[in-house]
C-alpha cells in the first residue's frame, strides 16, 4: 500500500489500542511488484510509490521479535497462565483437562474435583465413573478420566506423589506432552520453557519469526530470538494478546497497539471501531477466564470468570 495509506492505518489503529498507547511508525507494508511490466535492460519494473523490502536478517528479525515483546509486556503486565491452581498437581491436572476446550471450562469444573480429590492419591484411588461425571464438562471426558487418573497413579508410583520438575520425568506422565510440561515447569517450578500452544503458532507466524508448522520446530526457532529466562513470559505474553486481540479468523487490527510491528496487519478488522467491537476478556470489558485470577489482573480491571452454572 502507499506510504502515506499505510501511516494513517498505523496511527488509527494506535490511536484506538487497547492500551491507549500510541505507536510512532505505520504498519509493514506489503511488497507491491507490478506483474509483467519490463523495462530495457531490466526483466522487471517495480510500480511507482511501491516498497521492495530486502529479505530480513537473523540479527534485525532478533531485534524486532524482541521489540514485539517488550510492547506485550507493557500492554499486558499481568499475564499469567489462565488455569486456576494452588500447586503442581493440581496445575498439570488441570492443563491435560484443557486439551479440546477452554480454560474457562476447566477452572469451572476443576473446584468440584480437587474439593473430592485433592492429592495424586485420592485421584488414583477414585472410582471412575464419578470422576468421569465431574469432568464431563469439559469434554472427551472418559478419555480425560483416564488420563487424569493415569498420571495419578504414575506420580504415586513412581514418584512418591510428587509431581516431577524434569522434563523428561513429566512427559512420561500419561496425557503429558511437550506442551503440558512446559506450562508445569515454567509456572509451578519456575524453570523456563515455551508453550506452544494454537493462539503461540498462529501468532508467531503471523510475524514471520518461522515459518515452522511442528510444535517442536515453533519452539526451537522462536526459543533462539530470546534469552531463556523470558520465554515463560513470553509465551504468556503471546498467547494473552491472541486470546485477546489477534484472533484467529478475525483479528482486531485497528485496535492492536503493535500494528506497526506487524508484518500481517490488514488481515483482520482495520476499522478502529469495529475493531473495538472484536476485544475479548479485560480488553473488551468482559470477565477473564480464571475464578481466581492475580490481584494485578484485577488491578489492571479485569473480572474474575464465574463459577459453573452461574453463566
Keep these: 500500500m502507499p506510504a502515506k495509506k499505510a501511516a494513517d492505518s498505523g496511527k488509527a489503529a494506535a490511536e484506538s489500542a487497547a492500551t491507549g498507547r500510541g505507536a510512532s511508525k505505520a504498519p509493514a507494508d506489503k511488497d507491491a511488484v507490478s506483474k509483467g511490466a519490463a523495462s530495457k535492460g531490466a526483466s522487471k519494473s517495480v510500480s511507482k510509490g511501491a516498497v521492495v523490502r530486502k529479505p530480513e536478517s537473523h540479527t534485525a528479525l532478533v531485534r524486532r521479535a524482541r521489540r514485539v515483546n517488550?510492547?506485550?509486556?507493557?500492554?499486558?503486565?499481568?499475564?499469567h497462565p489462565e488455569l486456576d491452581f494452588e500447586n503442581p498437581f493440581q496445575l498439570v491436572v488441570a492443563?491435560?483437562?484443557?486439551?479440546?476446550?477452554?480454560?474457562?471450562?476447566?477452572?469451572?469444573?476443576?473446584p468440584a474435583l480437587f474439593a473430592k480429590y485433592p492429592t495424586p492419591e485420592d485421584l488414583a484411588a477414585a472410582d471412575p465413573a464419578e470422576v468421569e461425571e465431574i469432568l464431563r464438562p469439559t469434554g472427551f471426558f472418559r478419555a480425560k478420566t483416564k488420563?487424569?487418573?493415569?498420571?495419578?497413579?504414575?506420580?504415586?508410583e513412581e514418584f512418591g506423589g510428587e509431581v516431577p520438575g524434569r522434563l523428561e520425568d513429566l512427559v512420561k506422565l500419561p496425557g503429558v506432552g511437550?506442551?503440558?510440561?512446559?506450562?508445569?515447569?515454567?509456572?509451578?517450578?519456575?524453570?523456563?520453557?515455551?508453550t506452544v500452544d494454537t493462539h503461540f503458532q498462529r501468532l508467531v507466524r503471523r510475524w514471520k519469526w518461522t515459518e515452522a508448522t511442528e510444535p517442536d520446530k515453533i519452539e526451537a526457532a522462536v526459543g533462539a530470538l530470546f534469552p531463556k529466562s523470558d520465554w515463560t513470559m513470553l509465551s504468556h505474553h503471546v498467547?494473552?494478546?491472541g486470546r485477546r486481540i489477534?484472533?484467529?479468523?478475525k483479528p482486531a487490527c485497528g485496535a492492536c497497539p503493535i500494528a506497526p510491528l506487524c508484518p500481517a496487519y490488514g488481515e483482520g478488522e482495520t476499522d478502529p471501531e469495529k475493531a473495538k467491537k472484536l476485544l475479548k476478556y479485560e480488553k473488551g470489558g468482559f470477565?477473564?477466564?480464571?475464578?481466581?485470577?492475580p490481584?494485578?489482573?484485577?488491578?489492571?480491571?479485569?473480572?474474575?470468570?464465574?463459577?459453573?452454572?452461574?453463566?
Design 178 to 194: 511437550r506442551k503440558t510440561a512446559f506450562v508445569v515447569l515454567g509456572n509451578a517450578f519456575g524453570r523456563p520453557g515455551i
Design 95 to 110: 492443563t491435560v483437562l484443557s486439551a479440546q476446550t477452554t480454560d474457562l471450562r476447566v477452572n469451572q469444573t476443576t
Design 239 to 241: 498467547i494473552f494478546h
Design 70 to 79: 517488550r510492547e506485550l509486556a507493557e500492554i499486558y503486565p499481568y499475564a
Design 287 to 293: 470477565p477473564g477466564q480464571r475464578l481466581n485470577p
Design 295 to 311: 490481584q494485578s489482573y484485577l488491578d489492571a480491571g479485569g473480572r474474575p470468570a464465574p463459577p459453573l452454572g452461574a453463566g
Design 246 to 249: 489477534c484472533h484467529a479468523r
Design 147 to 156: 488420563s487424569v487418573m493415569g498420571l495419578s497413579k504414575a506420580l504415586v
